[in-house]
T-cell receptor
Framework: AQSVAQPEDQVNVAEGNPLTVKCTYSVSGNPYLFWYVQYPNRGLQFLLKYITGDNLVKGSYGFEAEFNKSQTSFHLKKPSALVSDSALYFC?????????????FGIGTKLQVIP | GAGVSQSPRYKVAKRGQDVALRCDPI?????LFWYQQALGQGPEFLTYFQNEAQLDKSGLPSDRFFAERPEGSVSTLKIQRTQQEDSAVYLCASSLKNTGELFFGEGSRLTVL
């Protein structure tokens, strides 16, 4: 079984400050890891993914995430938050062992950037 | 079109009615997924197609839910005898290949009265 935990329901950060949205995962094999963002009444938009290689992955809108195998974490980060970053963020995992295709999402973390 | 297209965007049904939700994936995308997103929750997996083959339907909550993709492109999610607990946003996503990210449509919001 595969699962994702996002321990924070909401993260508040002042505009211009660095932000971190936490994610930990559980898989039996090797993971593919993803971050998505959702704006109100919209579908999910892809931000970035980790497949293999460098543990630090860079994505859209200045976001990056660090894969940490020993801590089974994939935290989303941005050096300087913008008010427009305020949205719902979802971490997701796919266990690639045995060709399994299902992508499992976390419950989401609401990011509020305060002007 | 350039993205995943879902219709209708909004559907109100009376309890007991049947509904059909359509998904038109990105052209050439082999994989197609359906997810259910309840208010304040993350997307929950329903079913997965690779071309026309439904390879995983483990997430379908009951036998009232049925999905098909007969020609390996457009997919339809059908819910029979709708219940209030079926109220949710139904998201469709497609993917080019096994390692690829999912591209989501904007969802179909179903409200069952």
């Amino acid at each position: 079984a595969q699962s994702v935990a996002q321990p924070e329901d909401q993260v508040n950060v002042a505009e211009g400050n660095p932000l971190t949205v936490k994610c930990t995962y559980s898989v039996s094999g090797n993971p593919y890891l993803f971050w998505y963002v959702q704006y109100p009444n919209r579908g999910l938009q892809f931000l970035l993914k980790y497949i293999t290689g460098d543990n630090l992955v860079k994505g859209s809108y200045g976001f990056e995430a660090e894969f940490n195998k020993s801590q089974t974490s994939f935290h989303l980060k941005k050096p300087s938050a913008l008010v427009s970053d305020s949205a719902l963020y979802f971490c997701a995992v796919r266990d690639i062992s045995g060709g399994y295709q299902k992508v499992t999402f976390g419950i989401g973390t609401k990011l509020q950037v305060i002007p | 079109g350039a993205g995943v297209s879902q219709s209708p965007r909004y559907k109100v049904a009376k309890r007991g009615q049947d509904v059909a939700l359509r998904c038109d994936p990105i052209s050439g995308h082999v994989s197609l997924f359906w997810y259910q997103q309840a208010l304040g929750q993350g997307p929950e997996f329903l079913t997965y197609f690779q071309n026309e083959a439904q390879l995983d339907k483990s997430g379908l909550p009951s036998d009232r839910f049925f999905a098909e993709r007969p020609e390996g492109s457009v997919s339809t999610l059908k819910i029979q005898r709708t219940q209030q607990e079926d109220s949710a946003v139904y998201l469709c996503a497609s993917s080019l290949k096994n390692t690829g990210e999912l591209f989501f449509g904007e969802g179909s919001r179903l409200t069952v009265l």
